[in-house]
């Protein structure tokens, strides 16, 4: 848990007598979503709960809780997130953590599948080792393919009883309505940016105002991207995308081939929010370091490219995780957008 989620966490309390079957946790990615999940998770099975409705950590069900076995909880998540610790998971946020391999040294799935859905079955169909609660942890609810959402829903709309559904979203509007309405939504925001500021500092993150601001306002986001030490990725788009040029969009797209695609399409947007903003406030959100660049383009940019760009922007941020090919996918945006701003 983080400082920021004090409140959350009292809201939630709030719902522990009359506990639903499903709470869908929303809010941005890496604002600490997972980690947060993972302490009510905890707490539901707790056996000695504390007043504050903390775990006590000191329980039979908590020692088998810390050591990743407890029998009665299950989390559920993209392969490519598997190795990660929910506290740092970050949400499942816009690139899945890089170097590992899955089966056969295929690249880690970034989807929910339909066995890892159906393999609850056997798990909800058991008495609980500890007559209490059985828990499924899921994230990000919108990396669930069609056929595991198909399979989810099922379950949500026949629960079985003593089981509570614990997902996370980074993005509603990507979930099947039907299942979203199965849910009870529980809203995480991001915190406010001096208290975010205020955490990072005290994780000794140098200029921090700059990587969080870039990161959306995201602390967990922006402290991972301050540990690996490189802008190399944003810059090269950044650069581009401030003097955009058809040239250009070829040989920026050669070299971002390799780039997180959600992630490429986001720092877009952000340029986009910045341009936007700047022609009609005369603020700068997410990219106060090229402020110069953002205000040369918003003179000369008309209002009604600058919508084009945003809503073509939106739209391929839908396919992002599924191209057909990763090159032709930059290209095709980098091209996109000198059309319109150039």
């Not at 945003?310 to 290209?331: M, Q, T, Y």
Request: hydrophobic share 40%; charged share 25%.
């Amino acid at each position: 848990m983080y400082p920021w989620q004090a409140g959350a966490w009292t809201r939630l309390q709030q719902m522990r007598a009359r506990l639903p079957h499903a709470i869908l946790f929303h809010g941005p990615a890496g604002v600490g979503k997972a980690g947060f999940m993972e302490s009510f998770a905890q707490a539901l099975l707790c056996e000695n709960g504390r007043p504050d409705g903390h775990a006590c950590g000191a329980c039979v069900s908590c020692g088998w809780f810390a050591q990743n076995n407890h029998p009665d909880y299950r989390r559920v998540r993209p392969e490519a997130l598997e190795d990660e610790p929910p506290a740092e998971a970050d949400d499942g946020a816009e690139s899945a953590p890089a170097g590992k391999s899955g089966k056969a040294g295929k690249a880690p799935s970034k989807e929910i599948k339909i066995e890892q859905v159906r393999a609850l079955s056997d798990f909800m169909n058991i008495s609980t080792h500890r007559q209490g609660l059985r828990v499924v942890l899921l994230y990000p609810a919108e990396s669930l393919n069609m056929p595991a959402s198909n399979a989810l829903l099922k379950t949500l709309e026949e629960p079985p009883p003593g089981t509570v559904f614990l997902l996370a979203s980074n993005s509603l509007d990507r979930l099947l309505p039907t299942i979203l309405s199965r849910c009870r939504k529980f809203a995480l925001p991001t915190p406010s940016h001096e208290e975010a500021l205020a955490w990072l500092t005290a994780q000794g993150v140098q200029d921090a105002d700059s990587w969080l601001r870039e990161q959306g306002g995201a602390p967990l986001a922006a402290l991972a991207e301050a540990e690996a030490g490189s802008r190399e990725e944003l810059d090269t788009l950044l650069q581009f995308l401030a003097r955009p040029a058809v040239d250009g969009a070829l040989r920026t797209a050669e070299k971002l081939a390799k780039a997180s695609l959600p992630a490429l399409v986001a720092w877009q947007q952000r340029w986009l929010y910045d341009v936007f903003a700047l022609k009609l406030s005369g603020q700068v959100r997410y990219y106060p370091r090229y402020r110069k660049e953002l205000a040369a383009l918003a003179a000369r940019v008309p209002v009604a490219s600058l919508n084009r760009a945003i809503k073509a922007a939106g739209e391929r941020r839908a396919v992002a995780d599924h191209p057909l090919s990763a090159k032709l996918f930059v290209e095709d945006m980098l091209l996109e957008y000198t059309s319109c701003c150039a």
